[in-house]
């Protein structure tokens, strides 16, 4: 029997986001996915940190951590560890998962801790109502650096990628049928996932120019020959999309950057289990050192 | 018997051994030794030793290994063998160059030192399949392990590494995750997941992990996830020193997080009570549901002693698996777990978290040991002490009584809440209160000055060194003097 997606939102709690913003149509998308996978509102733990998009366990009627800005991705492994049967799934903005928790994004998905993390990436912090955030395009001024930031902004698919993330995404709200399958696959992937949703905050961005610019969607695998398995290939077409400059024209891909084939397994379960080093590595018996 | 080997020594005040006991002591150090002090010492010419027999100075120590085996009188092969194993891995010229040093002081010792009288008999022991070696950092892993512990998240740092390298081999085997994760942010944060997972998780770490840690366990205690924080204490702030001994965490332990929210703090008194704590620590934070903070010290960690190993087993008293929440969240919440802002509940959220602390110092057995064998309120004077320090005090106190002086003494393993009834009672004695701690400020007597309205004196160090009895004999005889004047 499959769960309607609405089973998946929360009953007498309207989510708390301004009227428009694009995270309703992430929250949605994702019942949406969960409802497609088969899994019941008892399965899955959503686990955020501080922010606009990290309300979102509030709001879902599965099992729900919301956490420590930036420290969604330590608090889920702990709860995979402890509950290796549920998929767990950080949802967490540019700000949370690419500022304060840079750290723990790099040695999560260098340690394939076997979570899915979607970061809703509006360029900004927006909750504190307007300040740059890591993936803000240069000069972008925001109300604690009004002269603008100087840095370009963080290439975040590049990164996972050059930190061994095993599975990279990207998706935007604007194509919603392609962002539910790439979240879709992002959580039957076996290992540490990553997706980068483009969404613009309604209120500090409401024509959502901050991310793409002028530039538009692209799928990614409309490029001849791309091979996602192919990491060099992945880097490289990552390496294209970065300047968030307005008023530069081109494109930019969405879609699977890159994807590690996974560990094949005899498990016949949607959601597959992944051996952890830190399980095996103990398995000889070793007397009491002292 | 003891050895000193290193001039740092003379630093500080040497320590105080009873007359019978031999104190050995490297030649090159004997003036300076004897200006120090009258104290009955054996030269022992262990650099001399090294040099001579093809070594540096520095393997001294090796020299002295010789002669103290000797002197117990351990066979010399067994304890060339057993240097053998130890230096073998470093290659042939180390281990040749030690076997001959350590031959060299044995050889010595035995032609030598025969007229030292030793108080144990060191004849060899058939039966030992029972015993053990064990120090404060593996007994507290022992006991994790013991009360059920099934997640362990680790960031190393001295003096508390040995606790996560010790769980990092046992804890898998008995089918737990041990974690080394990437700052103690994250060891932190992955404890609580695994907690909200429903298995008993626990971190430990030392000062600047504690520090870096406060924000987690303010979570705790918000969202009230049960957790265990060993806190191995080591002297502040900051980087301090890492391989001394302190007791100044306390105050950090207890009021280290913003706002306010609930810890248990708990001090085991000996390397015995670092493993039967760990069970009080993880019941207590179930049936609490909030962070428990143990606090050891780096010589509770580094002490070693030979026990029986049937004292360190023990089978934890529940499963410890909790059944999941539905949602955790560190904005204030009602009893469902979603976020509430009103006054009213706001304050009735407050109040109940504050309230069902009031019963842990009931819950928790044998919350404070009393010694009030001349009853508080005819005691010359009360003194009072927590952690490693309770020995020491134990030793001065019994000194103290053969002069003459009627004293109480409490020693809390419970530091915070309050074990109020017991303080109560100890504050009640007839002459002046004395709290002995390693730390400054006098930490454990500025909680209790929170309860009792009569003044206490802090009998405080922060030398890094680990207090010694003769120093705290004289300190409350130099405090009761004192207040002998104050009164007339």
């Not at chain 2, 593996?138 to 010790?166: D, R």
Request: charged fraction near 15%; proline fraction near 7%; glycine fraction near 8%.
């Amino acid at each position: 029997m499959t769960t309607d997606h609405t089973a998946f939102l929360r009953q007498g709690l309207a989510p708390s986001w301004c009227p428009g913003c694009s995270f309703y149509q992430v929250l949605d998308t994702l019942t949406r996915s969960f409802a497609a996978l088969k899994f019941t509102p008892d399965d899955p733990v959503v686990v955020s940190g501080i922010g606009c998009s990290s309300r979102m366990p509030l709001f879902l009627s599965t099992f729900g951590m919301h956490t420590l800005h930036g420290r969604a991705l330590p608090f889920a492994f702990g709860c995979k560890m402890a509950q290796p049967e549920r998929p767990v799934v950080v949802v967490a903005g540019d700000g949370d998962l690419f500022s304060i928790g840079a750290n723990h994004f790099l040695h999560a998905a260098r340690n394939n801790h076997p979570v899915t993390v979607l970061c809703l990436d509006n360029h900004l912090f927006a909750m504190t109502k307007n300040q740059t955030s890591p993936t803000s395009p240069t000069g972008h001024c925001g109300s604690l650096s009004p002269s603008g930031t100087g840095a370009a902004p963080l290439n975040v698919i590049e990164f996972a990628i050059a930190v061994n993330a095993p599975f990279v995404a990207r998706a935007a709200v604007s194509s919603r049928e392609h962002m539910q399958q790439t979240i879709v696959a992002a959580l039957s992937y076996p290992g540490f996932s990553f997706v980068q949703i483009l969404s613009p905050c309604r209120t500090y961005d409401p024509n959502g120019k901050i991310g793409l610019g002028e530039r538009k969607l692209r799928l990614i695998n409309d490029t001849d020959g791309f091979d996602p398995e192919n990491r060099p290939a992945a880097l490289q077409m990552a390496s294209h999309a970065l300047d968030y400059q307005r008023g530069e024209g081109g494109e930019l891909p969405i879609g699977v950057y890159y994807k590690k084939p996974a560990i094949k397994h005899t498990s016949s379960g949607i959601i597959k289990k992944t051996p952890f080093a830190y399980q095996n590595i103990y398995s000889s018996l070793d007397p009491l050192r002292v | 018997m003891a050895v000193i080997l290193g001039n740092e020594v003379f630093e500080s005040e040497l320590p105080s051994a009873p007359e019978l006991v031999p104190v050995l002591i490297d030649s090159v150090l004997l003036s300076s030794a004897s200006e120090r002090s009258d104290g009955h010492f054996i030269p022992i010419p262990v650099s001399e030793l090294a040099v001579k027999a093809g070594g540096t100075p520095m393997q001294r120590s090796v020299a002295a290994l010789g002669v103290v085996a000797a002197l117990l009188g351990l066979p010399q092969p067994m304890v060339l063998g057993v240097l053998h194993e130890w230096f073998g891995g470093k290659g042939r010229s180390a281990s040749e160059s030690n076997h001959l040093i350590c031959k060299a002081g044995f050889d010595w010792a035995a032609a030598s030192l025969t007229h030292v009288q030793l108080l144990v008999d060191a004849s060899p022991v058939r039966q030992i399949d029972d015993r053990i070696i064990i120090d404060g950092n593996q007994a507290a892993a022992l006991g994790a392990l013991a009360a059920g512990c099934s997640f362990f998240a680790s960031y190393p740092i001295t003096p508390a590494t040995p606790i996560g390298e010790f769980l990092a081999r046992q804890l898998p085997q008995a089918g737990g995750t041990a974690h080394q994760a990437e700052d103690e942010i994250a060891a932190i944060c992955s404890a609580l997941g695994a907690s909200f997972g429903g298995k008993r998780a626990m971190v430990a770490t030392s000062g600047p992990g504690l520090s870096l840690m406060q924000e987690g366990i303010g979570y705790a205690s918000m969202a009230e996830l049960p957790v265990v924080i060993v806190n191995v204490q080591r002297p502040g702030p900051s980087t301090g020193m890492a391989t001394r001994q302190a007791q100044d965490d306390l105050l950090a332990a207890v009021h280290g997080g913003h706002g306010e929210g609930q810890r248990i703090v708990l001090a085991p008194r000996s390397v015995q009570e670092c493993f039967d704590i760990m069970a009080t620590a993880f019941t207590t934070a179930q049936a609490f549901r909030c962070p428990v903070i143990v606090l050891t010290d780096s010589l509770l960690a580094t002490t070693k002693m030979t026990a029986d190993a049937q004292q360190f087993t023990g089978t934890a008293a529940s499963s410890g698996e909790l059944p999941l929440q539905r949602i955790v969240t560190g904005i204030e919440h009602d009893e469902d777990g979603f976020p509430v802002e009103t006054p009213s509940g706001r304050t009735r959220q407050m109040v109940r978290r504050a309230e069902k602390m009031e019963r842990v110092a009931t819950f928790i057995p044998g919350a404070a040991e009393v010694d009030c064998d001349d009853g508080p309120p005819l005691a010359d004077v009360a003194v009072c002490a927590w952690g490693s320090t309770v020995a020491s005090v134990k030793s001065a106190v019994q000194e103290l009584r053969k002069k003459g002086m009627r004293i109480a003494a409490l020693y809390p393993r419970l530091l915070y809440p309050l074990c109020g009834s017991e303080l109560d009672a100890w504050s009640a004695a007839s002459g002046c209160r004395i709290i002995i701690e390693g730390n400054a400020s006098g930490q454990y007597a500025a909680l209790v000055a929170t309860r009792i309205s009569v003044p206490v004196h802090a009998l405080t160090t922060c030398d890094g060194e680990p207090l010694q009895p003769t120093a705290i004999a004289f300190g409350i005889q130099q405090i009761v003097q004192q207040e002998a004047v104050n009164d007339h």
